[in-house]
């Protein structure tokens, strides 16, 4: 305890000087937010005749949450030394003035996250005052360190980024605005960790937790969805959004955490697996963990645990099983240390917020190490043989007959984890990460795996190719309006003439992969092929009637079957297709200056045979539009003809940044791009 009580006239927390070095002052400058192992200083201005002795046993005290201890890491009890540690609590002072002190305080770099108190311990102890403590990429002794600067720029510090979708074939990158640093969002973000069922049924233990980046990631996988919590989103595959907000109209994370704040931390409606994924990179971002968003194309979704899809259709070709593939699935991986399991296992670590699958009672996955989805070590916590499942299941079909029988029609050990996608750093390209989560495909290390992952039901490698081959193409343009010719290709590979059945038919898909109305069929063919011999089926897509099954997705899946007429076997193809959308002509006028108003010069031409209603272009962009977007409506547009519109807005921070574009109307919703701006002072 100190031999004389220091009078202290006011505190300065140097909040600018402060949350400029801790790579925090896009969050603000009025309150201190900084990182763990790194010292920042505070200023302490005496009342006149006050004195501050410097010694050992001048006292300090660092606490959090409702029942800080010192056993559980959430109370620091450290004094006055010489030099600054940056492996523990530590302080150093100096006297600018006869009245000013100047004291350097760094935090242990293991520390929990959260909200602190500062005490000068004196007997009844001076408050100097609170600060938020968030992990620390920057700092060597964090766990969620990552050295590369670019990359800390791209996945700590940029708020705004690309969410890969579609299908492999066609890949589209929807602009999203993450906005961590927007007023608010790091206080909702510490409150969902507030709000999760581990603090509510053990605080102290909780915020004891959150000194690993590991328990941190876990708690938002659960709590980004609200399946068994007070959690941000509801997930909803239904098609039916009428009481809530369909899941394709969202553009940034601030207005859904925002709502789920706002509303008493009722689940906000609705969520599919790109929002998640977005929201839990939000979060992660603003306490400090780095994050990156990554879509898997061809993900499975294995309902047994058995790493093998099973697809079982009928004689119409309804699909009649549980497994199923999506076309594309979205979730996070983040930056960490793995303390709790062999090294080697650090790095990047997947986990999907999207619920599910139940992991520990809640629908939570992750973290997975990548390195151990890749390697099929399947024992490792958490959730890897999931995870696995999604980019590495077999895919085997069979037929069920009428009369009960059961034929094998083929089996795929590619239809899986294919192009797996994210943003590059620095720049608006697509990086594929596939040879992260896996060998290549057929290689030799890629079938050791598999078997180390103990998969008793793989499939044969050694079974014959079959005598028919039938595969599915399509032209290059297929703009939404237009009608167009896509083809079921024949091929006879046998010695003998085979006398062919094919039934060509498409349907309106969702991304998840489920199945909506027919909108187009072809006649059931017959067609003799000579040896060697091919043939071709076409099957015309009219606007008049698929655009009465698509969904916001706009995605049709083709399917072509084969019937030996002979042998009675069955060969499938299928293909799903993206119909194009029309293009936003974007020009911004304007000198791009802090506080100068800028023009966005909007235009989009209508591809459809029919007039557009409620015509909307929405503008947004985090730290460029106070976190809100700006909306201008337009109406209606005839066919053929243009939506225009010019909407102002004025830039409040300077930087690269960039500017989120969007057209919504009643028959053509959800046309997005991107316009990169730099801003300047």
């Not at 009890?77 to 002072?93: D, N, P």
């Not at 890969?164 to 605005?177: D, E």
């Not at 937790?209 to 239904?238: C, H, Q």
């Not at 079909?397 to 009369?403: A, T, W």
Request: hydrophobic share 35%.
């Amino acid at each position: 305890m100190m031999d004389e009580v220091v009078e202290i006239e006011r505190i300065d927390l140097l909040c600018e000087v402060n949350n400029t070095d801790h790579h925090t002052k896009l969050i603000g400058v009025d309150r201190l937010i900084v990182r763990r192992g790194q010292p920042f200083t505070i200023k302490l201005h005496l009342r006149p005749g006050s004195h501050f002795q410097n010694g050992t046993n001048v006292n300090f005290v660092a606490k959090t949450g409702p029942i800080p201890s010192v056993d559980a890491q959430t109370k620091a009890e450290f004094s006055l030394s010489k030099f600054i540690s940056r492996s523990c609590w530590s302080a150093t002072s100096e006297t600018t003035s006869e009245n000013t002190v100047s004291l350097t305080i760094c935090s242990h770099p293991n520390a929990p996250i959260g909200v602190y108190k500062l005490i000068l311990d004196q007997g009844a102890g001076i408050i100097l005052g609170d600060f938020v403590l968030l992990f620390n990429p920057w700092c060597k002794r964090d766990s969620v360190y990552l050295s590369n600067e670019s990359e800390r720029d791209e996945y700590v510090l940029s708020q705004d980024g690309l969410i890969y979708r579609g299908t492999p074939k066609r890949i589209t990158a929807l602009p999203w605005a993450f906005g961590q640093f927007e007023p608010g969002i790091l206080d909702i973000s510490l409150k969902i960790l507030d709000e999760n069922p581990k603090y509510i049924s053990d605080a102290a233990l909780d915020c004891s937790e959150r000194k690993s980046p590991v328990y941190v990631t876990r708690v938002f996988s659960a709590m980004i969805n609200s399946n068994d919590d007070k959690g941000v989103l509801v997930g909803n595959w239904s098609g039916d959004y009428e009481d809530g907000v369909k899941p394709t109209a969202w553009k940034d994370s601030g207005s859904i955490l925002r709502q789920w704040s706002n509303s008493g931390f009722g689940g906000v409606r609705y969520g599919q697996c790109w929002v998640f994924a977005a929201v839990a990179c939000t979060v992660s971002r603003a306490l400090g963990i780095p994050c990156r968003i990554v879509t898997n194309f061809g993900s499975a979704h294995d309902s047994n645990g058995d790493l093998l899809m099973e697809h079982f259709y009928n004689e119409f070709d309804e699909n009649i099983s549980d497994d199923s593939i999506w076309n594309f699935h979205v979730w996070v991986e983040s930056w960490m240390t793995r303390s709790d399991l062999p090294l080697g296992y650090e790095g990047w670590q997947a986990s999907d917020p999207t619920p599910q699958q139940i992991s520990d009672g809640v629908f939570c996955c992750g973290p997975a190490p990548v390195r151990a989805i890749k390697e099929g070590e399947l024992t490792l916590h958490y959730d890897v043989p999931y995870v696995y499942a999604e980019v590495n299941a077999d895919v085997v079909e069979y037929i069920k007959l009428n009369d009960g029988r059961v034929l094998k029609m083929s089996g795929s050990t590619t239809e899986v984890g294919k192009s797996i996608s994210t943003k590059a750093v620095g720049s608006d390209d697509r990086e594929d990460i596939t040879h992260s989560y896996k060998y290549p495909e057929g290689s030799e290390e890629e079938r050791k795996v598999y078997e180390k992952a103990n998969h008793h039901n793989r499939l044969s490698q050694t079974g014959e190719e079959p005598g028919l081959h039938i595969k599915i193409k399509v032209i290059p343009d297929m703009q939404i309006g237009s009608d167009f010719d896509v083809y079921a290709e024949l091929k006879n590979n046998t010695m003998v003439t085979k006398t062919c059945r094919v039934m060509f038919y498409a349907q309106a898909v969702t991304y998840n992969g489920k199945l909506g109305e027919t909108c187009g069929l072809g006649e059931f063919t017959e067609m003799n092929l000579a040896s060697t011999e091919g043939g071709k089926v076409t099957l015309r897509l009219e606007y008049v009637e698929y655009s009465k099954a698509i969904t916001q997705d706009r995605m049709i899946k083709l399917m072509a079957l084969l019937i030996d007429a002979d042998t009675r076997e069955f060969y499938r193809a299928t293909k799903t297709i993206i119909l194009d959308s029309p293009e936003i002509i974007v020009n911004i006028l304007g000198v791009p200056k802090v506080g100068q108003k800028l023009v966005a010069d909007l235009s989009l031409q209508n591809p459809l045979p029919e007039s557009l209603e409620n015509c909307v272009f929405t503008i947004h962009s985090a730290n460029l539009t106070d976190g809100k977007p700006i909306t201008h409506e337009i109406g209606r547009v005839d066919p053929k003809g243009f939506a225009i519109a010019k909407v102002e807005f004025t830039p409040n921070l300077p930087g690269p940044r960039k500017i989120l574009i969007d057209f919504d109307s009643d028959k053509l919703p959800n046309i997005q791009t991107f316009e990169n701006l730099v801003i300047y002072e």
